[in-house]
């Protein structure tokens, strides 16, 4: 069974996609395409899911790259592939070499997806709320433009996420956020209880994407939580009590 991802229209066509929680084979919390290999579900099986991720994209799976994400801002030149499960502790990936595949897992955090076609250019970043006001998306960007990219050339999807109506957070996220960049107050709006808000984590990454001077810009503006049957989410599983939980994969080539 081939998955089929979600794309962005800004983004090259077969090249790229935003893989769901479905068309894979892992059971249990992780059905079906689970590819992170960093939790409890079988290796054996992360591998099939991930190697049908790359095969939908037209890629060798051993081609495709992970990273051990941190919700940092450090990004990885990738210039071959390494074996699954070695990647370094980055939360993006660079590279300009025919073949290799991005890969980033998700579960509420943001995935985006980045490339200059002109140049031959892709990338691929983790943008959780630390890593997304750290930097770790201008930090993409400027790898990027070092081997050849241009602000304008580059093409920017923000993929499925937590949705600001599903994103409830305190205070002390909320300061966390603002210390680092004051300007992001308006991506928070009052929730029902006191003291708390809801965050539009796309929304702020799209920002940060259009003042870096990022060419185009896309949100696909697909609520992670809000759609258990399609996607994995970390808030869900937390507000259910815990247990294991899966990850989807976002793919980007050349």
Same mark, same amino acid.
């Given at each position: ?12 066509? #077969? ?6 929680? $479905? ?10 395409? &689970? ?13 099939? &899911? ?28 990738? +210039? ?25 897992? +998700? ?34 960007? &400027? ?6 990219? *241009? ?7 923000? #993929? ?37 808000? $809801? ?24 609520? *992670? ?16 009590? #815990? ?9 980007? +080539?050349?």
């Amino acid at each position: 069974m081939i998955p089929t991802p979600l794309t962005a229209a800004c983004l090259p066509a #077969g090249r790229h996609g935003f893989f769901s929680r $479905r068309g894979g084979v892992s059971e249990g919390p992780f059905a079906s395409l &689970n590819c992170s290999l960093s939790g409890q579900d079988a290796r054996e099986a992360v591998l099939e &899911n991930r190697a049908r991720a790359a095969r939908a994209l037209g890629a060798e799976p051993t081609m495709l790259v992970g990273l051990t994400q941190v919700h940092g801002i450090a990004v990885a030149r990738v +210039t071959q592939a390494w074996a699954p499960g070695a990647g370094p502790r980055a939360d993006a990936a660079v590279t300009d070499r025919a073949g290799v595949a991005l890969g980033i897992v +998700t579960a509420d955090c943001a995935p985006v997806l980045f490339a200059d076609a002109a140049r031959g250019v892709a990338g691929a970043a983790h943008a959780g709320w630390r890593g997304a006001a750290a930097g770790v998306l201008e930090a993409t960007i &400027n790898a990027m433009l070092a081997l050849g990219a *241009t602000r304008a050339g580059i093409a920017a999807a923000v #993929g499925p996420c937590i949705a600001q109506a599903s994103y409830e957070v305190a205070a002390d996220m909320r300061g966390a956020v603002l210390a680092l960049d004051p300007d992001a107050a308006g991506f928070f709006t009052d929730a029902d209880r006191p003291a708390h808000w $809801r965050f539009d984590l796309a929304g702020f990454c799209a920002a940060r994407l259009a003042r870096a001077g990022t060419g185009r810009v896309e949100i696909l503006g697909v609520d *992670t939580l809000a759609h258990e049957k399609t996607f994995f989410s970390h808030r869900r599983r937390t507000l259910a009590g #815990g247990g294991p939980i899966g990850h989807q994969i976002s793919v980007i +080539t050349i």
